[in-house]
């Protein structure tokens, strides 16, 4: 018997609320395609974030960070990617797109050095349609398969950062991660007789992971300063639950069914992988602005994905690191002589980065890895303050990532894209004392 399998096509098909997913063939894999650096400021600098002290443009992923916003500050962002997806037995590139909602956080002052932030972020995205088809030699039949997917994580959070002396800031945030993971594999024999076989398996988690992080400001001179940056996230057991079902049928895709021989369900935890990182950060400030003039750094990331056993499915994942490089400078205030420059392109905050991950996922030998490179704009709007003393800063972070994921080697697919980030970030001062009503 000689079997030849061949790759027809694959596509997009997932859309859900609040976000539509991903359609890499590899977010079948573990818990999907993972998100790092969620807002359009770190996107920009490579999902650099660890070192990233800031006072006007806060992240989620070192809470430690949060102790140097200055400002009640409104963060929202949207992405579109556009897909070319090539395998060796593929005439031509397969082209598609998913849009999806990035996140929606909040940073809010409660004291000098001290911030509460807290919101909403996707942690993966899952969505994928591939079809094969088998081909043999009479008088075994042809077998068409069809695998799909679709779901994802999301996470709500809660983070807490504190200055506790000169230099020094700690940070501690809890997350609560829920989603599901949808997978409907089809098998249809090239027989008149026949019957088709549809497995669908539901898997859903539910539970809370926790996180530290430090930063520590040396103090160069008057404008500059270095940053480190580190955050330590343990592994945490959460709820899951699964369902399996077997169903035979007749007809297409689409047909009637006609006996379920297979019905699995249970409840168990799953070990979400422990992470670490570090950063370090080289910031340069102006006697203008509350934000660096120009700031650079590097960070590398570690995700022990081995430790990761969902139901049925067992392990997929395997240990990985994440290297990034960014960089950011606004003009105005980085040149001597330009502070008082009325030109609205000095004064916009140019972002440039890189990234290169070692890979979750090992396929036919293969480590499917991923690089990209960065680049986005802080826009300034000029909004005129309502009161005496009122402080406001409002940007549209806009920017891009062209990357790629994979390889055609040893019949694998190489995934090669470009997301296009757009946000807002609004800062404001509460809690003005008026001097005169």
Do not use: C
């Amino acid at each position: 018997m000689h079997k030849i399998l061949v790759i027809s096509t694959l596509l997009v098909l997932h859309y859900s609320f609040g976000q539509k997913n991903s359609v890499s063939a590899y977010s079948q894999y573990g818990l999907g395609d993972v998100q790092w650096g969620v807002n359009g400021r770190s996107m920009a600098m490579g999902g650099m974030t660890l070192a990233q002290s800031n006072a006007l443009f806060f992240n989620i992923d070192n809470p430690a960070t949060l102790s140097v916003v200055e400002l009640t500050t409104f963060d929202l962002g949207l992405n579109n990617t556009i897909y070319s997806i090539s395998n060796s037995q593929l005439a031509e590139n397969i082209r598609n797109y998913s849009t999806n909602f990035s996140h929606i956080k909040f940073a809010v002052p409660v004291s000098k050095g001290q911030t509460l932030s807290f919101g909403f972020a996707p942690y993966s995205f899952i969505g994928y349609d591939i079809r094969s088809l088998e081909v043999n030699q009479d008088p075994i039949p042809n077998v068409a398969y069809r695998f799909t997917g679709s779901g994802g994580f999301s996470q709500f959070y809660i983070g807490f950062g504190s200055r506790l002396f000169k230099g020094l800031s700690l940070g501690i945030s809890a997350r609560y991660l829920f989603g599901d993971k949808e997978r409907l594999n089809l098998i249809l024999p090239d027989l008149s007789n026949a019957l088709n076989t549809r497995n669908k398996t539901n898997i859903r988690l539910d539970g809370l992971t926790y996180n530290a992080g430090i930063t520590y400001s040396f103090k160069l001179s008057d404008k500059n300063e270095l940053v480190i940056g580190g955050i330590f996230a343990p592994t945490v057991a959460i709820k899951s639950r699964y369902e399996d079902y077997k169903i035979s049928f007749s007809g297409g895709e689409f047909g009637n069914p006609i006996d379920t021989f297979g019905i699995s369900k249970a409840e168990s935890t799953t070990a979400i992988p422990m992470q670490w990182g570090g950063g370090i950060s080289f910031n340069r400030y102006s006697n203008y602005h509350v934000i660096p003039a120009l700031s650079f750094g590097a960070e590398i990331r570690y995700i022990q994905g081995s430790e990761l056993l969902l139901p049925v499915e067992g392990n997929t994942w395997q240990n990985s690191f994440r290297y990034a490089i960014g960089a950011s400078a606004i003009p105005r205030f980085l040149i001597d002589g330009w502070e008082r420059s009325t030109n609205y392109f000095n004064r916009l905050e140019y972002r440039l980065g890189g990234f290169y991950e070692t890979g979750l996922i090992a396929l036919n030998d293969k480590n499917i890895s991923q690089i990209g490179i960065t680049f986005g704009l802080a826009l300034p709007l000029r909004i005129r303050g309502l009161a005496p003393g009122e402080v406001k800063y409002n940007h549209i972070n806009i920017g891009a990532l062209a990357g790629r994921r994979g390889t055609t080697e040893n019949n694998l697919i190489q995934e090669n894209f470009i997301r296009f980030f757009f946000g807002v970030t609004l800062n404001d001062k509460w809690f003005i004392k008026y001097k005169y009503r």
